[in-house]
């Protein structure tokens, strides 16, 4: 089913814009507040926030859809999206909402759902939601005298420290490393240097200044440079970066080197295995993940599990078949004894972890496996269905053809802008650019048509 509002990552869009509007985010709160509604007890939403301007107007029209359903609103605000999972559990809500548009820049925002139990919402969910968005027949929204009431809590980034501190050995010292932490003028610019510096480190924070529109500016787990250049400068073990909302996050070693999300879930997988942890006899992660990354867990014995993308996919296999480590190649690392949802902090500290337990340089522990060459493009595109096109659908097959049974190719539309992203992956690397640039030429023709 076509939906209207909901992408791979709940709903997203640019700032004052459909859908991404005050009088969308209203109905949002009433909608959602309605759907959660269970009993006779007093309901609760929890929401947080990352540093985006727009923040300020999406989370007050969520407020008065909530509360005009009925519900309680606690207001977390600038804090992780991992944390809120962890707090509509803790606090027994609900439901819980982040408004943020994730790596995206400030321009943008979003709303992301979280169930009572601290995962996202199901695909039936969301559409029962999206038809309630668009009937003509009002909502029927709660009594004068039920009118929900709206305050913000203190202690969360507390809470929220010490959850990710627990994550690890209570004798796990970081003792000796020196980290740079770039919080990407994000949700995490407060929790990420204090979680770090509580556990003994010396850390060095970066674009941790938000001003509502500095949010991921050339910063964070999508621009990785100047987390290397200040690695560099001030000789550290490693680097960690965060994007805006803090569920993903990539590293850079002590030669600024990046580490993606493939590389960690390589490295996570295999320490859990060697200590009896690891689960399901492998991990989860999208169609996007290296081949090289599934050639490593072969050689390891375990298996990779792939599903479309969006990290609520990977989470539902995971629950669906009883794995607890799954992720995306972009830094959403899903650590199920740990969190419900994409977790960087924590999952930055078990990599931490292996640096300190094995006493060698990030270079050396985090270098799992030789990715083979990926190229991935995008075509940006207004309207139509142009991967239905019988030109493209030609070039398809024969990219496929010349790859062969040692490559892959993945072609799929964004679920957050619009655009067509196309990777190809293969022992050739001339090979895998040609056909790429050779499938981006077809589509982009069928765009101009």
Same mark, same amino acid.
């Given at each position: 089913?076509?939906?209207?509002? &909901? *992408?791979?990552?709940?709903?997203?869009?640019?700032?004052?814009?459909?859908?991404?509007?005050?009088?969308?985010? +209203?109905?949002?709160?009433?909608?959602?507040? $309605?759907?959660?509604?269970?009993?006779?007890?007093?309901?609760?939403?929890?929401?947080?926030?990352?540093?985006?301007?727009?923040?300020? +107007?999406?989370?007050?029209?969520?407020?008065?859809? &909530?509360?005009?359903?009925?519900?309680?609103?606690?207001?977390?605000?600038? @804090?992780?999206?991992?944390?809120?999972?962890?707090?509509?559990?803790?606090?027994?809500?609900?439901?819980?909402?982040?408004?943020?548009?994730?790596?995206?820049?400030?321009?943008?925002?979003?709303?992301?759902?979280?169930?009572? %139990?601290?995962?996202?919402?199901?695909?039936?969910?969301?559409?029962?939601?999206?038809?309630?968005? !668009?009937?003509?027949?009002?909502?029927?929204?709660?009594?004068?005298?039920?009118?929900?009431?709206?305050?913000?809590? %203190?202690?969360?980034?507390?809470?929220?420290?010490?959850?990710?501190?627990?994550?690890?050995?209570?004798?796990?010292?970081?003792?000796?490393?020196?980290?740079?932490?770039?919080?990407?003028?994000?949700?995490?610019?407060?929790?990420?240097?204090?979680?770090?510096?509580?556990?003994?480190?010396?850390?060095?924070?970066?674009?941790?200044?938000?001003?509502?529109?500095?949010?991921?500016? /050339?910063?964070?787990?999508?621009?990785?440079?100047?987390?290397?250049?200040?690695?560099?400068?001030?000789?550290?073990?490693? *680097?960690?970066? $965060?994007?805006?909302?803090? %569920?993903?996050?990539?590293?850079?070693? /002590?030669?600024?080197?990046?580490?993606?999300?493939?590389?960690?879930?390589?490295?996570?997988?295999?320490?859990?295995?060697?200590?009896?942890?690891?689960?399901?006899?492998?991990?989860?992660?999208?169609? +996007?993940?290296? $081949? *090289?990354?599934?050639? &490593?867990?072969? /050689?390891?014995?375990?298996?990779?599990?792939?599903?479309?993308?969006?990290?609520?996919?990977?989470?539902?296999?995971?629950?669906?078949?009883?794995?607890?480590?799954?992720? /995306?190649?972009?830094?959403?690392?899903? +650590?199920?004894?740990?969190?419900?949802?994409?977790?960087?902090?924590?999952?930055?500290?078990?990599?931490?972890?292996?640096?300190?337990?094995?006493?060698?340089?990030?270079?050396?522990?985090?270098?799992?496996?030789?990715?083979?060459?990926?190229?991935?493009?995008?075509?940006?595109?207004?309207?139509?269905?142009?991967?239905?096109?019988?030109?493209?659908?030609?070039?398809?097959?024969?990219?496929?053809?010349?790859?062969?049974?040692?490559?892959?190719?993945?072609?799929?539309?964004?679920?957050?802008?619009?655009?067509?992203?196309?990777?190809?992956?293969?022992?050739?690397?001339? $090979?895998?650019?040609?056909?790429?640039? !050779?499938? @981006?030429?077809?589509?982009?023709?069928?765009?101009?048509?």
């Amino acid at each position: 089913m076509s939906r209207k509002y &909901f *992408g791979t990552d709940g709903i997203r869009g640019t700032a004052n814009q459909f859908p991404m509007t005050v009088e969308v985010a +209203m109905k949002v709160g009433m909608a959602a507040g $309605l759907c959660f509604h269970r009993g006779n007890h007093r309901h609760r939403v929890v929401i947080g926030k990352d540093t985006r301007l727009s923040g300020y +107007m999406i989370e007050n029209a969520l407020v008065a859809g &909530f509360t005009a359903a009925g519900m309680d609103v606690f207001l977390l605000g600038p @804090i992780p999206t991992p944390a809120v999972a962890m707090l509509a559990r803790s606090l027994r809500a609900d439901l819980g909402v982040m408004i943020s548009a994730s790596h995206n820049p400030y321009n943008d925002n979003g709303i992301k759902l979280f169930g009572p %139990d601290g995962y996202k919402l199901s695909d039936e969910i969301e559409a029962r939601i999206e038809a309630m968005l !668009d009937q003509k027949e009002p909502l029927q929204v709660a009594a004068p005298d039920q009118i929900g009431r709206a305050k913000r809590i %203190d202690g969360v980034h507390d809470r929220y420290i010490e959850f990710a501190k627990r994550t690890l050995p209570r004798s796990m010292s970081l003792s000796g490393l020196r980290i740079v932490i770039d919080c990407a003028n994000g949700a995490a610019y407060k929790v990420a240097p204090a979680a770090l510096w509580e556990l003994g480190a010396e850390v060095i924070a970066i674009h941790d200044e938000p001003d509502g529109i500095n949010v991921n500016k /050339e910063c964070g787990s999508t621009h990785p440079l100047s987390l290397s250049k200040k690695v560099h400068e001030v000789r550290a073990d490693i *680097g960690i970066a $965060l994007d805006g909302d803090a %569920d993903r996050m990539i590293i850079v070693d /002590e030669n600024g080197t990046l580490i993606d999300g493939d590389q960690i879930m390589a490295l996570i997988a295999e320490s859990w295995a060697k200590s009896g942890r690891l689960a399901g006899g492998g991990l989860v992660a999208t169609v +996007m993940s290296n $081949l *090289g990354l599934e050639r &490593f867990l072969t /050689e390891q014995g375990l298996s990779l599990h792939r599903t479309k993308v969006g990290d609520r996919y990977v989470v539902e296999h995971m629950r669906a078949h009883g794995f607890n480590v799954g992720g /995306e190649q972009s830094g959403h690392i899903v +650590m199920s004894d740990f969190s419900t949802t994409g977790d960087g902090l924590v999952a930055a500290l078990q990599v931490l972890a292996c640096i300190k337990r094995e006493g060698r340089p990030a270079s050396e522990v985090c270098a799992k496996f030789e990715p083979v060459p990926q190229v991935l493009k995008n075509v940006r595109f207004s309207g139509g269905k142009p991967l239905e096109s019988k030109p493209v659908q030609k070039m398809i097959e024969d990219v496929r053809s010349r790859l062969g049974e040692g490559g892959r190719l993945v072609i799929r539309p964004s679920g957050t802008e619009p655009l067509i992203r196309v990777m190809a992956e293969g022992d050739d690397r001339n $090979l895998v650019e040609t056909v790429v640039n !050779d499938l @981006i030429g077809v589509i982009a023709d069928q765009r101009a048509a």
